[in-house]
T-cell receptor, first 114, second 108 residues
Framework: DTAVSQTPKYLVTQMGNDKSIKCEQN?????MYWYKQDSKKFLKIMFS???????INETVPNRFSPKSPDKAHLNLHINSLELGDSAVYFC?????????????FGSGTQLSVL | KNEVEQSPQNLTAQEGEFITINCSYS?????LHWLQQHPGGGIVSLFM???GKKKHGRLIATINIQEKHSSLHITASHPRDSAVYIC??????????FGQGTRLTINP
C-alpha cells in the first residue's frame, strides 16, 4: 500500500501540450509538496500546500498550476510545455508544514518534452 | 556558491568500509534532512535532525549547529548502500534547500 503515489511514472509529450501529474498520499499528512529534479540531480521546491492552502510558490512560471482538491491530493498541471520543463518531478508529504517532520516521497514522474 | 555544500561529490569504497559524507551550510537553519536516492530514482528520508546525533541501524547522522556542519556515517558498508545521499536544510517558513548530492558506490 504505497504511502505517496504519483502518476504517471513516465510522461513523453510534445512542446506546447498541456499535461497533468497526479499525486495522492494515504498517510493523513497535512502538507504536500512538488519538487523538481533537474538533469544535474538538484532538487528544488516548487510548491507546498498545507490543508489545501498554498504555502510556498517558488518563482515557478505560471504555466505550472497546482491543484489540491483535498489534503490527500496535490496535482500538478502544466500548460504549454517547453523543452526546459523536462525533468523528474517528485511529490512529497509531511505531517505538518513546519519542515521539521520527515518527508515521504512519491516515486517520481520523468517528464520528457520533445 | 550553493547554500548547501556536500563533500565528496563522488565516493567509491569497498564493502565493509566506514563511510562519511559531509554537509556544510551557510545560513541559519532549524532542521537538516538526510535523504537517500536509489539508483531507480526513488527518494527515502533517512533522518531529520536539529541537534546532536541520531542512529538507525548502520547509519549515524550528526549535526553541529555552531559549525553549520552535518555528517552522515555508514558503518560496515554494503553494496546495497550504493545510492545518492542528499542533504537538505530548512530555512525560514518551510522551504528546504538541497545540496547537490553525494554519489556513493560500494564495491563487493
Amino acid at each position: 500500500d504505497t504511502a505517496v503515489s504519483q502518476t504517471p511514472k513516465y510522461l513523453v509529450t510534445q512542446m506546447g501540450n498541456d499535461k497533468s501529474i497526479k499525486c495522492e498520499q494515504n498517510l493523513g499528512h497535512d502538507t504536500m509538496y512538488w519538487y523538481k529534479q533537474d538533469s544535474k540531480k538538484f532538487l528544488k521546491i516548487m510548491f507546498s500546500y498545507n490543508n489545501k492552502e498554498l504555502i510556498i510558490n517558488e518563482t515557478v512560471p505560471n504555466r505550472f498550476s497546482p491543484k489540491s482538491p483535498d489534503k490527500a491530493h496535490l496535482n500538478l498541471h502544466i500548460n504549454s510545455l517547453e523543452l526546459g520543463d523536462s525533468a523528474v518531478y517528485f511529490c512529497a508529504s509531511s505531517q505538518d508544514w513546519g519542515g521539521t517532520e520527515k518527508l515521504f516521497f512519491g516515486s517520481g514522474t520523468q517528464l520528457s518534452v520533445l | 556558491k550553493n547554500e548547501v555544500e556536500q563533500s565528496p561529490q563522488n565516493l567509491t569504497a569497498q564493502e565493509g568500509e566506514f563511510i562519511t559524507i559531509n554537509c556544510s551550510y551557510s545560513v541559519g537553519i532549524s532542521a537538516l534532512h538526510w535523504l537517500q536516492q536509489h539508483p531507480g530514482g526513488g527518494i527515502v528520508s533517512l533522518f531529520m535532525l536539529s541537534s546532536g546525533k541520531k542512529k538507525h541501524g548502520r547509519l549515524i547522522a550528526t549535526i553541529n549547529i555552531q559549525e553549520k556542519h552535518s555528517s552522515l556515517h555508514i558503518t560496515a558498508s554494503h553494496p546495497r548502500d550504493s545510492a545518492v545521499y542528499i542533504c537538505a536544510v530548512k530555512q525560514g517558513a518551510q522551504k528546504l534547500v538541497f545540496g547537490q548530492g553525494t554519489r556513493l558506490t560500494i564495491n563487493p
